[in-house]
T-cell receptor
């Protein structure tokens, strides 16, 4: 069974700082990996999807990398803003759209 | 464009009652799935469907039933609610298995 771990569980940074969120998984036979954002009491918003054949994806201030052989992915957030405060979830995709989720990193950006 | 719509948003049930959580998507996605989110645990897959008429079990299927009679709808049925089913339930859809997944806003269910 795929196990997904996210470190750290919580992170607090001052506004403007660059930061990295980490995700590790135990089975490298994956289809894709997706990063989500979840605001309190809300659903999940897709941030980036990396296919298993890709090494990274970028969207605005976000960059996600994937290293299947080592079972790791990172989400890099540049120039953090208070509006980035949320929980970030890593999900490893299996066939048929079956995702295995980590427990998330709760990010607080202090103005 | 509504995306993935879940109803109701909140529900309180008594132990032993049954109910159906509704999920509808208007993106003509083939793949749909149900997850539950519990404190301290990642989202866990309950059931999923790769097309109308096709469903399969996920990681935690016991106590839940699904069917997929149309592309748009994927209801989740609780047969006899138990306090252990208190959770937040999310429905997701994607066009195919290796494409971006879209999630609904969730249904917060409390079983007393």
């Amino acid at each position: 069974k795929q196990e997904v771990t996210q470190i750290p569980a919580a992170l607090s940074v001052p506004e403007g700082e660059n930061l990295v969120l980490n995700c590790s998984f135990t089975d490298s036979a994956i289809y894709n990996l997706q990063w989500f954002r979840q605001d309190p009491g809300k659903g999940l918003t897709s941030l980036l999807l990396i296919q298993s054949s890709q090494r990274e994806q970028t969207s605005g201030r976000l960059n996600a990398s994937l290293d299947k052989s080592s079972g790791r992915s990172t989400l890099y957030i540049a120039a953090s803003q208070p509006g980035d405060s949320a929980t970030y979830l890593c999900a490893v995709g299996n066939t048929g759209n079956q995702f295995y989720f980590g427990t998330g990193t709760s990010l607080t950006v202090i103005p | 464009n509504a995306g993935v719509t879940q109803t109701p948003k909140f529900q309180v049930l008594k132990t032993g009652q049954s109910m159906t959580l509704q999920c509808a998507q208007d993106m003509n996605h083939e793949y749909m799935s149900w997850y539950r989110q519990d404190p301290g645990m990642g989202l866990r897959l309950i059931h999923y469907s790769v097309g109308a008429g096709i469903t399969d079990q996920g990681e935690v299927p016991n106590g839940y039933n699904v069917s997929r009679s149309t592309t748009e709808d994927f209801p989740l049925r609780l047969l006899s609610a138990a306090p252990s089913q208190t959770s937040v339930y999310f429905c997701a859809s994607s066009w195919r298995g290796n494409t971006e997944a879209f999630f609904g806003q969730g249904t917060r269910l409390t079983v007393v």
